[in-house]
């Protein structure tokens, strides 16, 4: 490894601020989870990024996005930002708001874990909470109804905003392609806003053809969240383009908290109940390959869920399993 | 025959059941099936042109029958089709 390459490692180099020191992740090999010699199965290191999530990289696009597009920032632009959150990207948007002096407004389901709730007023962000039973769905047509009626709030709105995908495909997936020497069998990561499988997938496309499969691994929320009161309720991210994915596959609950609890037992990795699920879909593809680089996504560290217990406590004592928005 | 799981939304229109039978070898089959029995289940599984609704997510097992082969999807015997509303999810 050259001088230059490790100045660009998360761990080492010099940054002029902590904005500056988003992305850079390491790519990290599970051996003892890679189901096969020829299957060589690795973890993005997502978690790494300054407040812990892979979402640094997507407010961070989001905001000089706004700011670039002059609807942030001097000159009479606004100041104040709204957005609908389970967490991360909140808690994201509001350490850079709060670098950069805007005022920071978030909306998030109020069943999501505790944590949250303190990182978001730890960077000074204001929370307002959305109904838990309708999931991610209140947060977002919540935000929608506030920013509508009041036009001093800039809304990023990572689910309609271009450059939420952006951050990947200008950054998560080429750092991808330069380690692994452009050679990508397989690329699986969450289905939320679909930024990362987006932005990744249409890089890796243009790069790889159809010789790299996209995978999205997505939650199977429990029904206590399923609070719609008819399907026309549903809700697809605008960003979404399907036709990208190979495969689509649902993680239940208690699966994601099982995975997530073996890459920390036979791996040594302190990751986020979403990447547990994503680790089990890529675990099922590195099965069903027989060489080849599977690359995953470890979305956050596990910090924000140590008092749900997933971490030490057996499954069927965790409380609230099916009426958490763990991811 | 196979096994249909019933998301809460639906289930008033499915005399309140979590899970019904369906016959039919494809994904289409099984659910115009499901929407014979049960019509109140049409409108809201089928758009105006016949494909599935687009707040509609069906999975042969646990992978969206979107990214297969939609309707004609193949259904085995011992195969469940699992039928959830689209949701706003992930780390967002």
Known sequence: ?327 | MAVVRIPPVLRPSVGGEREVSAEGSTVGEILESLASDHPETRSQLFGGDGELNRYVNVYLNDEDVRVLDGLTTGVGSGDTLVILPAMAGGAG
């Open chain 1, 1 to 327: 490894m050259t001088p230059g390459h490790l100045a660009n490692r998360p761990c080492a180099g010099r940054y002029e601020d902590i904005v500056a020191a988003i992305g850079n992740t390491p790519l990290v090999e599970l051996k003892r989870l890679s189901p096969k010699p020829g299957v060589r199965l690795w973890a993005k290191m997502e978690s790494f990024n300054p407040t812990g999530s892979v979402k640094d990289r997507v407010a961070r696009a989001l905001i000089e996005d706004g700011e670039q597009k002059g609807l942030i920032g001097a000159g009479g632009a606004k100041s104040r930002i709204l957005e609908p959150t389970s967490g991360n990207t909140g808690i994201s948007l509001a350490m850079i708001c709060s670098r950069k002096g805007y005022d920071l407004t978030v909306v998030m389901p109020e069943n999501v874990t505790p944590e949250r709730t303190q990182l978001l007023e730890m960077y000074g962000a204001k929370i307002v909470y959305s109904p838990g039973n309708q999931g991610s769905n209140g947060a977002v047509a919540m935000s929608l109804e506030m920013a509508a009626a009041d036009p001093s709030l800039y809304m990023p709105y990572q689910y309609g905003n271009e450059a939420n995908p952006g951050a990947h495909y200008n950054g998560t997936a080429l750092e991808i392609l330069d380690d692994l020497d452009g050679e990508v069998t397989a690329f699986v990561a969450g289905l939320g806003t679909g930024g990362t499988l987006m932005g990744n997938a249409r890089r890796f496309k243009e790069e790889l053809g159809d010789a790299v499969k996209i995978v999205a691994a997505e939650p199977m929320q429990g029904e206590p969240v399923q609070g719609l009161r008819s399907l026309d309720d549903g809700f697809i991210p605008p960003i979404i383009d399907i036709s990208l994915l190979d495969r689509k596959i649902f993680v239940t609950n208690s699966d994601a908290i099982v995975w997530t609890r073996r890459l920390l037992d036979e791996e040594g990795i302190f990751a986020g109940v979403s990447s547990g699920a994503i680790a089990s879909i890529a675990v099922r593809i590195a099965n069903e390959i027989d060489e080849g680089n599977v690359v995953f996504v470890v979305c956050d560290d596990g910090w924000k869920y140590l008092s749900s217990g997933i971490y030490t406590r057996p499954l069927d004592e965790i409380e609230n399993l099916d009426s958490t928005v763990w991811w």
